[in-house]
Each structure stands twice: as structure tokens, then as C-alpha cells.
């Protein structure tokens, strides 16, 4: 699906399912949260950090849609069109670190 199906879908759920978005505050504590939680799994399962027995089972890939549903919220309450904001970003990165990125001795 293209991010914006995705923009759609989440519009859709919510009008249906979710009666109405919560402000962007609330939202916006909300992906913070979602965030932390796929940094809690990455510090644990990749990181130097023990697992705990019960973040075992926890899915990352189900944490990271989390982020996605909550930025796509944000994203459609303020009237951007990600898909948009992502080709003007990878632009904007394409343009300002062409080389840096080839340059950079600590990277090779």
C-alpha cells in the first residue's frame, strides 16, 4: 500500500471505529509512548540490556506499526501529506549529504 492508502485506511478506521481523533496532544504523548516501547524492545533485544522474561514475546514489528498508526494520525489531523513530506525529505537529505555520508572514515 502507498502511504497514502495507509493516510486513507487510518481516516477510514478512525471515522468508523474511533468516533473521532484525539487532539494532537494527547496523540502526540501517545507516540512518545509508542516510541519508548520500541525502544525498550531494540535496548533489550539488540542492545546490552538483558531480556525480561515477559518482553519475550513482544512482536517489534506490531510496535513499530503502533508509531506508524499514531504519526498517520498526526499526520491527518494536520493536513500533511506524508507521502509528500517524504519525497521533499529524501530530496532535502539527497542534496545536503550526497557524498557525506561516502566521505565519512568512521563509516568505512
Known amino acids: 500500500m502507498t502511504i497514502k492508502e495507509a493516510q486513507t485506511l487510518v481516516d477510514d478506521w ?11 496532544l494527547t496523540n502526540m504523548a501517545q507516540l512518545t509512548e509508542e516510541v519508548g516501547e520500541v525502544a525498550r524492545i531494540i535496548a533489550r533485544r539488540y542492545g546490552e540490556q538483558s531480556e525480561k522474561e515477559s518482553d519475550k514475546n513482544k512482536d517489534l514489528g506490531d510496535e513499530m506499526a503502533d508509531v506508524l498508526w499514531v504519526l ?3 499526520a491527518n489531523q494536520t493536513g500533511i501529506d506524508l507521502e509528500e513530506a517524504l519525497r521533499k525529505n529524501l530530496d532535502k537529505k539527497t542534496n545536503r549529504d ?11
Open 98 to 108: 550526497s557524498t557525506r555520508h561516502k566521505e565519512n572514515k568512521k563509516l568505512q
Open 72 to 74: 498517520i494520525c498526526l
Open 14 to 24: 478512525i471515522k468508523e471505529y474511533g468516533v473521532r481523533y484525539f487532539n494532537e
